[in-house]
């Protein structure tokens, strides 16, 4: 069911919410946190969608509020227009959409803050544009997890170094998420043998996407020795950007390549290669990853504020 409001308020979005609750059985209890997603007008769908599917393993309120940055300046006449959307078309969650026209685009913390589930933990996730310092945003501020996506800025790799020198615990990026099944794959070869230690390592991907500069500084960080990036051009890399990371041993070299989005190939020295599970994952799945922990990723801190270390 879907209830459209034009040029409403938040009281108002509120007082129908909770009809809807009276008058069909819906209910908040069972959410077990709040995601408010901050995109732009026109732009809000992929992430319903995705929040929809994250949210058959988290229950959970979704707060879509979105704007048109050009109509602040423009001087638009400020107005809110507003959709609720509960059971078939919410998923397991609620969705309020909330779309933000000329000055109100200024105040987000107001506009959202009445619809915030009482005592549960809040989300704060951009999944297109991502403001300057997350966690000093509006949305940010009330927020315990903020979730970005450097790989949709202009420059990713610039957007990587911004967030490292604004990190704050709960700061997390999608680029870090996408690269989750590598690491794990990467973890597992170097506890089979040959037992020698790593003397060099390459990463071969797109360099203009972040998930590859952060593999790169997660193998630099963990063994503690020389990475080369390469350009993979025109071969396989999924949404993670990686086609190929090879490990350089005194008995050879073990490596993993990417040959389709959800087929790898692993090699090591004296073995048969074989294939093995490196499935591109969807929006949901990489949002359904970060929504299961919320406490702070030490790790992903580290290895950002190791790739803002290196010479540029």
Not at 250 to 258: A, I, M, N
């Amino acid at each position: 069911m879907i209830i459209r409001l034009s040029r409403t308020n938040t009281a108002e979005v509120q007082r129908r919410m909770l009809e809807i609750r009276d008058e069909g059985g819906v209910v908040a209890l069972g959410r077990v946190l709040t995601l408010v997603v901050h995109t732009q007008i026109g732009a809000e769908e992929e992430a319903i969608r995705a929040a929809n599917q994250a949210s058959r393993e988290h229950p959970m309120r979704v707060i879509v509020v979105s704007r048109n940055p050009d109509s602040i300046n423009a001087g638009e006449e400020a107005r809110l227009d507003a959709e609720l959307r509960v059971g078939a078309d919410a998923g397991a969650s609620e969705v309020v959409l909330l779309q933000c026209y000329g000055e109100l685009g200024s105040h987000l913390l107001g506009i959202v803050q009445g619809l915030l589930l009482p005592d549960a933990p809040v989300v704060a996730w951009w999944p297109s544009f991502m403001p300057e310092t997350p966690s000093a945003s509006q949305l940010g501020q009330i927020s315990q997890r903020r979730i970005t996506d450097s790989g949709k800025q202009a420059d990713p790799r610039q957007a990587i170094l911004t967030l490292a020198g604004c990190y704050t615990p709960g700061d997390t990026d999608l680029a870090w998420t996408r690269l989750t099944n590598w690491r794990a794959h990467m973890a597992a070869l170097l506890d089979q043998p040959p037992y020698e230690p790593v003397r060099s390592g390459v990463v071969i991907g797109d360099l203009a996407n972040p998930s590859v500069h952060l593999m790169a500084g997660w193998l630099r960080l963990r063994l503690r020795v020389p990475i080369e990036q390469i350009e993979a051009g025109d071969t396989p890399t999924g949404s993670s950007g990686l086609h190929a990371v090879e490990l350089r041993r005194e008995s050879g070299s073990s490596s993993l390549t990417r040959m389709r989005d959800s087929v790898g190939v692993l090699q090591q020295p004296g073995q048969p290669s074989h294939n093995v599970a490196l499935s591109t994952r969807g929006l949901e799945d990489q949002l359904a990853e970060e929504l299961r922990k919320l406490d702070a990723d030490d790790m992903y801190r580290q290895v950002l504020l190791s790739i803002a270390e290196e010479p540029r």
